[in-house]
């Protein structure tokens, strides 16, 4: 396989443009870290009529598109192989492909959305007795406890000097974490990641287990889009399999755009 470089740059953001939503990783990735620096390294696989399909690496995490259906999946797979790999993510029809070679790992498929506007009419208020705000550095730690304590991200948090490395370089690359606070504690979370000019992914919405069912990730995700909106990105996505929590973010102004796996 081919290792991009910052001369490639055009190239790659121009392979992925076609399906903007389901590369917004990819396309915040590049732009604001760079081709071929930590924690973002890109690879191209050559094909007949140029690349066969892309990987992006954000520290052990991998991506995988394609505009061919039918990639090189086995290439692919023999990539990553001989990686160390947290987590490989991507099209739902691409991941398809790849998921038997890794039948070590399971594959969770979630409906990516996108929204282009806070609804008006979402009555998303803020609950009596908490404050949402933006989160800060002084609030790292209250936030990577809150993150450990949630069964759905127990593969991606596990305690490791290496998770706070990572959110503080998706805040210093232009992501934002909103927060809720109910008497002082940290009780729910959203943040955004693969921040661009145009977009962002918001990511670990995250209610305390015993503080859920009050309207607090509701009012966290839209507050968090709206902060993202008066930054003047152009669109938001997010991706989730809970049908109770996609009735929300419909509400909030969200509309499915496909499907989204990651194997762990």
Same mark, same amino acid.
């Given at each position: 396989?081919?290792? &991009?470089?910052?001369?490639?740059?055009?190239?790659?953001?121009?392979?992925?443009?076609?399906?903007?939503? /389901?590369?917004?990783? /990819?396309?915040?990735?590049?732009?604001?870290?760079?081709?071929?620096?930590?924690?973002?390294?890109?690879?191209?696989?050559?094909?007949?009529?140029?690349?066969?399909?892309?990987? $992006?690496q954000y520290?052990?995490?991998?991506?995988?598109?394609?505009?061919?259906?039918?990639?090189?999946?086995?290439?692919?797979?023999?990539? %990553?192989?001989?990686?160390?790999?947290?987590?490989?993510?991507?099209?739902?029809? $691409?991941?398809? !492909? $790849?998921?038997?070679y890794f039948?070590?790992?399971?594959?969770?498929?979630?409906?990516?959305?996108? &929204?282009?506007?806070?609804?008006?009419?979402?009555?998303?208020?803020?609950?009596?007795?908490?404050?949402?705000?933006?989160?800060?550095?002084?609030?790292?730690?209250?936030?990577?406890?809150?993150?450990?304590?949630?069964?759905? #991200?127990?593969?991606?948090?596990?305690?490791?000097?290496?998770? !706070?490395?990572?959110?503080?370089?998706?805040?210093? &690359?232009?992501?934002?974490?909103?927060?809720? #606070?109910?008497?002082? =504690?940290?009780?729910?979370?959203?943040?955004?990641?693969?921040?661009?000019?145009?977009?962002?992914?918001?990511?670990?919405?995250?209610?305390?287990?015993? *503080?859920?069912?009050?309207g607090y990730?509701?009012?966290?995700?839209?507050? %968090?889009?709206?902060?993202?909106?008066?930054?003047?990105?152009?669109? =938001? &996505?997010? #991706?989730?399999?809970?049908?109770?929590?996609?009735?929300?973010?419909?509400? /909030?102004? #969200?509309? *499915?755009?496909?499907?989204?796996?990651?194997?762990?």
């Open positions: 396989m081919q290792r &991009c470089t910052e001369a490639d740059r055009q190239a790659i953001l121009a392979y992925v443009a076609g399906e903007p939503e /389901i590369n917004l990783f /990819i396309y915040g990735d590049v732009e604001t870290v760079g081709v071929d620096q930590p924690p973002v390294q890109v690879w191209a696989e050559p094909g007949s009529m140029g690349w066969d399909f892309l990987i $992006l520290f052990d995490s991998y991506i995988l598109y394609s505009q061919n259906p039918g990639y090189n999946v086995a290439a692919a797979a023999a990539f %990553l192989r001989e990686r160390k790999v947290q987590g490989i993510s991507g099209k739902q029809e $691409l991941l398809d !492909r $790849l998921a038997p039948p070590g790992k399971s594959c969770r498929l979630t409906y990516m959305s996108r &929204c282009n506007a806070v609804d008006p009419a979402f009555a998303g208020q803020v609950p009596a007795g908490v404050t949402v705000r933006k989160l800060g550095p002084e609030d790292l730690d209250q936030a990577l406890d809150l993150l450990r304590g949630i069964e759905e #991200f127990a593969d991606s948090y596990h305690g490791e000097a290496r998770e !706070r490395e990572e959110l503080a370089q998706c805040w210093k &690359c232009g992501g934002m974490m909103v927060g809720a #606070f109910k008497e002082g =504690l940290l009780v729910s979370t959203a943040q955004t990641t693969a921040a661009s000019s145009r977009s962002a992914m918001v990511v670990g919405v995250a209610t305390r287990p015993d *503080e859920r069912g009050h990730a509701s009012a966290v995700v839209a507050e %968090l889009c709206r902060r993202s909106f008066a930054q003047g990105r152009e669109f =938001l &996505c997010l #991706f989730y399999d809970n049908p109770a929590a996609g009735r929300i973010y419909h509400r /909030i102004g #969200f509309t *499915e755009v496909g499907g989204w796996s990651m194997m762990n």
